[in-house]
């Protein structure tokens, strides 16, 4: 089962920034937060992950809370083509033999 | 260069047969993957793969079985296909981390 809890859906409208809100209240010390986004009909494709630090590269910013049981995605300044399932997933960073456990995401719908 | 190919992209075969998916990756990780998404969209992990172990869901079917010809290949085998295996397979490779690439994806239609 997923550790994480995402709305369901959420939209937002083009050029404004896409916030993406995502709990892990049981997230243990040594597990990272990672996001993926998943296009219609294309592979999960990474994003972006943290540890306890904001982290920001050239698709988006992650803010972890300092409890770290909750985390923000944000897509600054979102297109059409940004629409797509973002999930988020709480894993160890050298345990990635056990792979990804991947919830139900949260449909972003960019609104022109 | 596509860095996690999976051939074929789509698939179409009746039950009882056996078939094969080819996944390879040039990125030199040396951990791959196999996932399933249903028709729900649920994706979840099959497989994972190095060269010291293979960790396998316990809840795959022993009809499914990953063969790593190399390091930059995992082909995935599936012997007398049922309906229920009707999905979307994808293919994916890391280093050993959560930071995953994944393929396109096979969609897998069993008639």
């Known amino acids: 089962d997923a550790k994480t809890t995402q709305p369901p859906s959420m939209d937002c409208a083009e050029g404004r920034a896409a916030n993406l809100p995502c709990n892990h209240s049981t997230i243990s010390g040594n597990e990272y937060v990672y996001w993926y986004r998943q296009i219609h009909s294309q592979g999960p494709q990474y994003i972006i992950h943290g540890l306890k630090n904001n982290e920001t590269n050239e698709m988006a910013s992650l803010i972890i809370t300092e409890d770290r049981k909750s985390s923000t995605l944000i897509r600054p300044h979102a297109t059409l083509r940004d629409t797509a399932v973002y999930y988020c997933i709480v894993g160890l960073s050298g345990g990635g033999a056990d792979g990804l456990t991947f919830g139900k995401g949260t449909h972003l719908i960019i609104q022109p | 260069d596509t860095a996690v190919s999976q051939t074929p992209k789509y698939l179409v075969t009746q039950m009882g047969n056996d078939k094969s998916i080819k996944c390879e990756q040039n990125?030199?990780?040396?951990?791959m993957y196999w996932y399933k998404q249903d028709s729900k969209k649920f994706l979840k992990i099959m497989f994972s793969y190095n060269n010291k172990e293979l960790i396998i869901n316990e809840t795959v079917p022993n009809r499914f079985s990953p063969k790593s010809p190399d390091k930059a290949h995992l082909n995935l085998h599936i012997n007398s296909l049922e309906l229920g295996d009707s999905a979307v397979y994808f293919c994916?490779?890391?280093?050993?981390?959560?930071?995953?690439?994944f393929g396109q994806g096979t969609r897998l239609t069993v008639v």
């Open positions: 990125l030199g990780h040396d951990t």
């Open positions: 994916a490779s890391s280093q050993g981390t959560g930071k995953a690439f």
